[in-house]
């Protein structure tokens, strides 16, 4: 609030609330009276106007604005006399003599020039104010300083933008370094009255900014009025106007409409009587010629071979200056003679047309309908020989309004070419431009030398073919681009037709020619350069031929790409456009210049399209050979396909697309003579795996070039970019690696040695592989690689920049292609992982039959030695490796057959995880460690009984066999509750119960090993104890306290009615 000697003062309350009010006029006669709005409102009453109501209606704005001056000193003069109680201020008041007014003046000078000294040097204000006086007394010190703290406070009053720090920080300044002795209070009490001065000032500053406030506003509002007063007459005055504007602008507009018709009619009599009249000189020619016998020669007159003095014709045709006037005039009489022929046809027909059956009249319009014709033809030839003899004489394309020496002569090009437009649109003046241009321009192209013969007999030259492409196609766009230009400013439209049709029409003509002439067009010359390079006949003649096509399309491309930009920038000229700007013909032009624009897209396809279906064909041919040979490179069998059908309506003309066989691999071949090894050193090696790769990147490559990429390419290189992809799918999947993975299975043998192994295996020797060469890990971790490698190089998702498959499809928006192209991904991927599946699998099943072998088949052997073995023999009875009698030796930490099977697997598991994700690695070797368990649990649940020292080994075995298995993979509680079932052999009988139901030896209490692998598990494990039962006379029998433990648990022996369903027991089975 106290910056208000800064800014402009704000408005009070009482001003706000008045802005709402409007202003009054007084309806007294004299001003001297004072009306009750300001006796009762005071200050704060709206003004009352006297003078500005006595001006006349039609006041000047300057009479208005001084009377509003004069109601401005009577608002002020009236407040006056009520606040002072002297009626007699309102007539003798005056601003120069209000006193409080002046007062208020000088306040506010002498408040701005305060602040602009305290602005001035508001930086030794704030120096002071830590300076130390010295050599002062204490008082005079003090005095000092809050003299010096005064002037800080009024700069952070009035200008708190040059102030530094806040009103705390001002106090601290005041208080700082001043000791206990000194009157603390006195000096608070000084700082207080010095704010309590500011504050009153201020309080004085904000009340005359309020009263200024309100007398500006009332003197706004006063003039405003006269201002409103002056707009409002004003718009009085426009409304008349304009009334009569549109009143009097209506007859004039008629009666220009009318003058308009009338000059029309007058310039059409006018016409009208110029073409009889030339008619009748046509015609008396005509009756001159007949009657005399004696042709007039026509074409020599116009030549100028004959005197001007002696010719018949008039100066008007075989003067060349006037040749326009002449074309013209011809122009309207052959109209003439149309109209003629038209009508004879309508009178013929029976619909009359007014003309007399005159013989004489007929005969006379038909001679001079001959003369006409005569004259037109003879005056077109004459036009175009010197059209043509100007275009040969050649120059500098320079079309400035003053060609520099040695330019083309333009101007007259371009009258002569608006004459020869009159005649049949210009078609003839357009076959002569051509031509001309075509045999000046273009002598490479139109006039071989024959060097083709000898390139035919020779190699084919590949650079010298992309050199003379890119000059040739060079050559064309200079010449067009040039050319364009010439067109536009000799074949363009003048100011009086606006049409610019004629340039287009030109340009196209010439294009037409270059491009698609029969013999030596562009296309023309294409085609004969990849029917060379066919005569050849071989692979590398084909793969040349790709390139060539390639080159084409690049060139092709580019050249009417340059062609579009020159036509839309140099068909229409400077002079034309100046034309359009004045509203004539500028839409015409656009669609022109658009339509050329087609057409040149039209000849582009027309020239490419006639080459894609073959390059694709071939492309897909060569790459399928190529990819077939890398293969064949290092002596592998392919299978031959079977023929495909032919279809009996085909038509041979048509070139159906290229659908390559697929031709797998030999299997066979792949295991009988290469092997394991001899598959990783030959098609899994990885320069034979990245070749094929290669080759379809570099045919993606050219189809990119061929068929262009973005939008722009579309549909057309989607479906390209597809059959390349689909076809690489098909011989990286069905021809290549489907076969090596099925081969890698097929190599594996199912079925175990028939011989038990020599246990325990030498750990110092390999491992055994347990039926699983590691070069079959080896294999499959490099198709695995291959596969990504695949995806990687030729899909190559969300890889901005890569110019792959994906990146294409997705630039092109093709939104037909994309789920194609995807579902030969997934269904290569799905093929490949249904048969890697496969051949896992076998080798799961191999795994399982050789630990079988190790654990059963050597376990066994080596446990049934001596009399065990002959009791084994003679009797059948066999109880198994851990029924060792009661002081048995315990020196091995476990049995052999488990110490070689873990260090097998050991061994093995190291190939496994190099080969497999860790996925895949989780997932089998989970399957396997419960494959694992089952022949453990089996065979120990069938065929094995274990006495309380064979716990001890067996409790060992496990805890390897669980060690082992928990190498990978996460689902391993099948072995956690067999180390629980194990303890089963190591407690004594009349621990069992506590073991089984719990402490409390209630079956019911969810304790003990009934509830953690269940009842019917620990009975069936507790079963084969050695102890469980025992042999009698009538038989085996159980033991007394197993009959005892039963009876306690109120449960049957569940293996007392024969064999236990084993498939209850195994890992995988949920509980």
């Not at 273009?442 to 073919?465: I, R, S, V």
């Not at 624009?597 to 390059?615: C, D, N, P, V, W």
């Not at 009399?867 to 049995?895: D, M, V």
């Not at 089963?984 to 209630?1002: I, Q, S």
Request: with cysteine.
């Amino acid at each position: 609030g106290m910056g208000a000697l800064e800014e402009e003062p704000m408005a009070s309350p009482q001003l706000s609330e008045r802005k709402s009010s409007r202003i009054m006029y007084d309806s007294s006669a004299v001003p001297d009276g004072i009306p009750d709005d300001y006796k009762k409102n005071r200050e704060s009453t709206e003004p009352v106007l006297f003078y500005i109501q006595q001006c006349p209606e039609d006041a000047s704005l300057a009479r208005l604005l001084k009377a509003a001056e004069e109601d401005i000193r009577l608002h002020q003069a009236r407040i006056k006399a009520v606040v002072q109680n002297d009626p007699k201020l309102v007539t003798t008041y005056t601003f120069e003599d209000d006193a409080d007014l002046k007062a208020r003046m000088l306040r506010k000078t002498q408040r701005l020039e305060r602040l602009k000294s305290l602005q001035e040097n508001a930086s030794t204000i704030l120096e002071e104010l830590d300076e130390v006086k010295k050599g002062l007394t204490a008082e005079e010190r003090i005095q000092v300083k809050l003299a010096r703290w005064q002037r800080a406070l009024d700069l952070y009053v009035y200008s708190p933008a040059h102030m530094k720090m806040d009103m705390l920080g001002l106090l601290e300044k005041l208080l700082e370094g001043l000791s206990e002795e000194e009157p603390l209070s006195d000096i608070l009490s000084q700082a207080s009255e010095m704010c309590l001065a500011v504050q009153e000032n201020t309080v004085v500053a904000v009340r005359d900014a309020s009263d200024e406030a309100a007398e500006a506003e009332d003197a706004y509002q006063i003039r405003l009025e006269a201002h409103a007063l002056h707009a409002r007459r004003i718009m009085l005055d426009s409304d008349d106007i304009q009334a009569q504007f549109r009143t009097n602008g209506r007859a004039a507009l008629q009666i220009g409409q009318q003058l308009e018709f009338a000059e029309s009619k007058r310039r059409q009599c006018e016409s009208a009587s110029i073409l009889i009249r030339r008619w009748w000189m046509m015609e008396n020619l005509a009756e001159q010629e007949a009657l005399s016998g004696e042709e007039i020669q026509v074409a020599e007159e116009m030549r100028n071979m004959i005197p001007p003095g002696k010719c018949r014709m008039d100066p008007l045709f075989t003067n060349p200056d006037r040749s326009l006037e002449a074309a013209k005039a011809l122009k309207q009489l052959r109209a003439v003679v149309k109209a003629r022929g038209n009508a004879a046809t309508a009178a013929a027909t029976g619909g009359g047309g007014g003309w007399s059956g005159d013989p004489n009249i007929i005969r006379r319009f038909e001679i001079t309908a001959k003369l006409v014709a005569r004259t037109s033809l003879a005056l077109e030839q004459r036009l175009l020989n010197s059209f043509s003899e100007i275009y040969s004489k050649g120059g500098v394309y320079d079309f400035t309004e003053d060609p520099r020496p040695g330019s083309i002569d333009w101007i007259q090009l371009r009258e002569l070419a608006h004459a020869l437009l009159l005649f049949d649109s210009g078609r003839n003046l357009h076959r002569r431009y051509v031509d001309m241009v075509i045999s000046t321009r273009f002598p490479e192209l139109f006039q071989p030398n024959g060097e083709e013969d000898d390139e035919e007999e020779g190699t084919f030259n590949m650079k010298a073919t992309r050199s003379k492409l890119s000059s040739l196609f060079h050559r064309v766009s200079d010449v067009c681009t040039a050319e364009f230009e010439l067109i536009a400013h000799v074949f363009g439209a003048d100011e009086e037709s606006g049409s610019n049709e004629m340039p287009l029409t030109a340009a196209r003509a010439l294009l037409q020619r270059v491009i698609s002439d029969p013999k030596s067009g562009l296309q023309a010359r294409i085609t004969d350069l990849l029917e060379s390079v066919d005569r050849r006949g071989d692979f590398d003649a084909g793969a040349k031929k790709l390139d060539t096509f390639v080159v084409v399309h690049e060139k092709a491309a580019g050249l009417f790409s340059l062609l579009k930009e020159a036509a839309e920038k140099n068909l229409v000229p400077d002079k034309f456009l100046q034309v359009e700007s004045r509203g004539m013909g500028e839409e015409s032009t656009s669609n022109s210049i658009e339509s050329l624009k087609q057409f040149l897209t039209s000849q582009e396809i027309a020239l490419s399209s006639s080459h894609r279906r073959g390059y694709l064909n071939l492309e897909l041919r060569l790459l399928h050979h190529d990819c077939c040979a890398t293969l064949s490179a290092i002596n592998l069998t392919l299978v031959k396909p079977p023929p495909p059908k032919k279809h009996r309506n085909s038509d041979k003309a048509d070139l159906e697309e290229y659908v390559a066989p697929v031709l797998p691999l030999d299997k066979p071949t792949l295991k009988r003579e290469l092997g394991l090894t001899g598959i990783l050193s030959g098609p899994l090696k990885s320069s034979t795996l990245r070749q094929p790769l290669i080759y379809a990147t570099d045919s993606l490559a050219r189809a990119r070039l061929m068929f262009g990429v973005g939008k722009k390419g579309g549909e057309s290189t989607a479906g390209v970019i597809t059959s390349i992809y689909g076809q690489m799918c098909a011989f990286y999947g069905q021809a290549f690696l489907y076969p090596i993975v099925e081969s890698l299975g097929e190599l594996l043998h199912r079925s175990a040695p028939a011989n038990p192994p020599t246990l325990p295996f030498d750990e110092s020797a390999p491992a055994h592989d347990l039926g699983v060469d590691p070069a079959f890990w080896v294999a499959l971790e490099r198709v695995h690689s291959a596969a990504k490698s695949f995806d990687r190089e030729l899909w190559a998702e969300n890889r901005t920049g890569s110019g792959r498959v994906w990146e294409i499809l997705v630039t092109t928006q093709a939104v037909d292609s994309m789920p194609v192209a995807r579902r030969c991904r997934v269904n290569f991927f799905s093929e490949l992982e249904r048969r890697g599946e496969a051949a896992i699998l076998r080798a799961l099943d191999t795994l399982a039959a050789h630990i079988h072998w190790i654990l059963v088949a050597g376990g066994e052997s080596m446990s049934a030695t001596g009399g065990s073995r002959i009791r084994h023999h003679i009797t059948g009875a066999y109880n198994g490796p851990y029924s060792l009698p009661s002081g048995s030796a315990l020196e091995a930490p476990n049995s052999p057959a488990v110490k070689s099977l873990t260090y097998c697997l050991r061994s093995q598991f190291v190939n496994i995880q190099a080969a497999l994700t860790p996925q895949s690695l989780s997932s089998f070797w989970t399957a396997l460690s419960m494959r694992l368990y089952d022949i453990l649990v089996t065979r120990l649940l069938q065929h094995y009984y274990v006495s309380t020292v064979g716990a001890v080994i067996l409790s060992r075995d496990v805890e390897a066999l669980r060690s082992v298995s928990m190498l990978a993979g996460s689902d391993h509680t099948h072995w956690d509750n067999l180390r629980e079932l194990v303890t089963l052999y190591m407690t004594p009988p009349d621990a069992l119960k506590t073991m089984l139901v719990g402490p409390e030896g209630d079956v019911n209490s969810g304790k003990g090993l009934f509830k953690r692998v269940g009842r019917l598990q620990s009975l069936v494990f507790m079963s084969r104890r050695v102890d469980y039962r025992y042999k009698t006379v009538q038989g085996e029998k159980k033991s007394a306290w197993a009959v005892e433990l039963l009876e306690e648990f109120g449960v049957q022996d569940p293996t007392e009615h024969g064999s236990v369903n084993i498939a209850m027991f195994a890992a995988g089975r949920k509980q």
